[in-house]
């Protein structure tokens, strides 16, 4: 069994720390060290830390520069070959690391493992299996918010990943660039995994291995309920505009233009009724000021490029946050707009 480092992310999540690292400390049998990068926090994290949990290396940044830089800083820092970052406020059982390191161990190939989170405390939803990446620029859930008692348990290749519990090859990680520390925060973890599948390398989802997610930084997590946090709203307005033109051949993206501008005039409407609009149209123009730092980094993509458009892409049914589509209108319009996307995919991707 080979050896981890363990990263925990953390930005206030002070509420949190204490039951995710009793839990590690409690559950993980084999070798490890313990991480923890402090994005600033003023919770009084670190001070939590260097008084109850002085066995946890703690990193405190000297600003918040976001969950990309951290888990750069994290790369950088980890002694062990593998680096499993995951999110504070998370809780670990005893079937979780290991089957993660198993199952990258077994293929030299694969580069991303992980885990199956578990909304906390109730336990009987699923948050996700990883998932699969939407063409046009979203990432559609494996059995996103699914009941736990009728979900499938099979561990399979995915097409991207999120940090809640992500079992990394460091090599791999570092011969990629790490995260992209532009997107500070929301769909990062998504272009990362989509850049090691680019560049040859597997991802895997790994539901034998179980983490508890609970609900998140309020500030900026939404579980259905109440205001959309407006910093949320801007980073994922911004960065899946950021993702394609990052990312996407320019093929691929003058062929998806139509479904891509469909699915930006749903995320308008959407903005619309939830008092977004401003901040929408603040990420778009955010967006437009930093283009000519990304297309400078579409060399860097061309060179590690080892897989074609087609095959890093689906037309899987998008995927919600359960409560943010009322039924009714809103449904029946998502539904079509599914349909239209599934269609035109089935005609592009065979010259993509």
């Known amino acids: 069994m080979g050896k981890v480092s363990i990263v925990i992310i953390n930005y206030n999540g002070c509420r949190y720390l204490k039951e995710c690292l009793v839990s590690i400390k409690e559950k993980v049998k084999i070798d490890y060290e313990i991480i923890v990068i402090d994005n600033h926090s003023s919770d009084g994290s670190a ?3 260097k008084k109850d949990f002085s066995w946890v290396k703690l990193i405190v940044l000297d ?6 830089y951290a888990c750069n800083v994290a790369f950088r820092e980890a002694e062990k070959d593998y680096v499993l970052l995951m999110d504070s406020d998370t809780v670990v059982t005893e079937k979780w ?17 992980i885990s199956r989170a578990i909304f906390y405390p109730e336990k009987k939803m699923i948050h996700s299996d990883g998932g699969w990446a939407h063409y046009v620029g979203s990432m559609v859930l494996k059995n996103g918010f699914s009941e736990l008692k009728s979900a499938g348990g099979c561990s399979e290749e995915i097409g991207a990943a999120g940090t809640t519990s992500m079992l990394v090859d460091k090599a ?18 998504f272009e990362f995994s989509l850049r ?20 998140g930084n309020p500030a900026v997590s939404y579980r259905g309920e109440g205001r959309y946090p407006r910093l949320r709203a801007f980073y994922i307005f911004r960065n899946r505009w950021y993702l394609i033109f990052k990312l996407y051949s320019l093929k691929t993206i003058l062929l998806c233009l139509p479904a891509l501008l469909a699915y930006e005039c749903s995320i308008f409407v959407m903005a619309l009724m939830k008092g977004l609009v ?24 061309k060179k590690i490029r080892c897989i074609k458009d087609k095959k890093l892409f689906s037309a899987l049914p998008l995927t919600f946050v359960p409560g943010s589509v009322k039924e009714g209108g809103q449904k029946s319009l998502l539904q079509t707009l599914d349909t239209f996307l599934i269609c035109y995919w089935n005609i592009i991707k065979r010259i993509i």
């Open 278 to 301: 401003l901040t929408y149209f603040k990420a778009l123009f955010s967006f437009f000021a930093m283009l000519p730092e990304i297309l400078e980094k579409r060399s860097h993509i």
């Open 97 to 113: 690391l290991e089957p993660l390191i198993r199952k990258m161990e077994e293929d030299p190939g694969r580069g991303i493992c």
């Open 196 to 215: 090691m599948r680019l560049a040859g390398y597997k991802c895997h989802s790994v539901p034998e291995s179980i983490i508890y997610h609970k609900g």
């Open 47 to 49: 001070d939590l830390l």
């Open 172 to 189: 791999k990680a570092l011969e990629i660039g790490g995260f992209d520390d532009d997107f500070f925060v929301y769909l990062n973890d």
């Open 63 to 68: 600003r918040n520069y976001g969950h990309s």
